[in-house]
């Protein structure tokens, strides 16, 4: 064996990233990676151009790439022809996998429907399991019986007001490591969407719960992005704490996401005013990409020192590369990555963090790895 070539166990050691050798086979059989030559005792040997493709392929799929999607992008070649026919591939993949969500979604709801249900409709709940194993969906009657069903369970929503926290257990995925701060937030932000997957898309810093209230508590400064944003802050509770909002895109008639963005670019004395916000407050954006990264710009030159920021902007590329430069920031943060965003959710966290520090000024459990239920 030459002195450049590696073992299996050598190659996924130098490349990391979870890499196992049972993966690197893997790759092996989908045609990922090329077969190796063979030692003379039939060992695998790797050179440095596998070390290479293999640390594209971790990165890659850290990204979030599936390993179709991969081979694709490892395959074309940098001409622009082939760029343009890829992107072409990539675009048909991106619409069968908005498919299988879509579909995928359809399923999440019918199980929401029926796990989702507080006590008052249990009764009528266990009905409805019952009836489905016996279904006969071959006729038409079937299908009518199906709708019957639906019917008899959505009428109990006539007798009482949904109780949103005891159908929101149901469905939550395990949260039991997080403090019982971090599960109202998480909990707060998934009713305000009405989305439980964004669970896996909420990012905590560590010390992001420990920062906003010791910033609230000091009667911290609130910058938000838009007047909306503004608008759907718990403003009551903030000015019990003696905290003052104040708005960077100072217009009213701002409303969406594209026209923040827009007047956030064309107007200087804007990002001038972000350059002057007071040490120590909390940064809520929830509608500009470009304010997040005007703002991650301004932290990492040691412009700005907000005690916390709040980045849940909307958008398709800016906003989840804004996103990503805020989670490298050394500073306490709260975002949604990918696309997911927005001035509701924003708004959302802060009232969550405002609401927990006066309802339980006294609670230490965001300071604990695992959550003591009789903490709070």
């Known amino acids: 064996m030459k002195s450049s070539e590696l073992t299996i166990k050598q ?10 050798p049972r ?5 092996h059989q989908l045609g990922l990676l090329p077969q190796p030559v063979r030692s003379r005792s039939n060992y695998r040997l790797y050179t440095q151009k596998d070390v290479l493709r293999l640390q594209r392929i971790v990165a890659l799929k850290q990204q979030g790439f599936q390993l179709n999607h991969i081979r694709n992008i490892l395959e074309v070649e940098p001409e622009a022809d082939t760029t343009v026919n890829l992107m072409g591939q990539l675009q048909q993949q991106y619409r ?4 299988q969500i879509s579909q995928l979604r359809q399923t999440a709801s019918a199980l929401e429907g029926l796990l989702g ?15 489905l194993k016996l279904l006969d969906v071959e006729t038409q009657a079937g299908l009518g019986g199906l709708e019957n069903l639906w019917s008899g369970l959505d009428a109990e929503i006539h007798t009482h007001s949904e109780a949103f926290s005891e159908s929101l257990q149901r469905l939550l995925p395990d949260l039991s490591h997080r403090s019982e701060i971090e599960q109202h937030l998480i909990s707060q ?32 400064q609130i910058v938000v992005d838009t007047q909306t944003v503004a608008a ?38 804007w990002r001038e005013k972000l350059q002057q916000v007071s040490k120590g407050c909390v940064l809520v954006v929830g509608y500009a990409p470009s304010v997040l990264v005007e703002v991650c710009e301004a932290i990492a030159n040691q412009k700005i020192q907000p005690a916390l920021v709040i980045g849940m902007p909307i958008g398709f590329s800016h ?45 230490h459990c965001y300071l604990k790895n695992v959550v003591d239920s009789d903490e709070c």
């Not at 306490?332 to 963090?353: E, K, R, S």
């Open 11 to 20: 190659l996924t050691h130098l490349v990391g990233g979870g890499l196992t």
């Open 319 to 363: 906003a989840p590369a804004a996103k990503r430069q805020l989670m490298q920031q050394e500073i306490p943060f709260i975002t949604v990555a990918g696309t997911l965003g927005g001035g509701a959710l924003a708004a959302t966290a802060l009232n969550a963090l405002v609401e927990s520090l006066i309802d339980k000024p006294d609670c």
């Open 232 to 269: 759907a802050l718990d403003q009551t509770r903030l000015l019990h704490l003696g905290c003052r909002i104040e708005t960077l895109i100072d217009n009213p008639h701002i409303t969406t996401a594209t026209e923040a963005e827009v007047a956030f670019w064309q107007h200087q004395e």
């Open 117 to 131: 249900r507080d006590r008052h409709c249990q009764i009528m709940q266990a009905e409805v399991l019952a009836q």
């Open 189 to 220: 932000l998934v009713l305000a969407c009405g989305d439980v997957s964004l669970v896996s898309f909420i990012k905590l810093s560590r010390g992001a719960i420990a920062a906003s209230r010791v910033a609230l508590s000091s009667s911290c």
């Open 23 to 27: 993966m690197v086979r893997h790759y």
């Open 96 to 99: 069968a996998v908005m498919q």
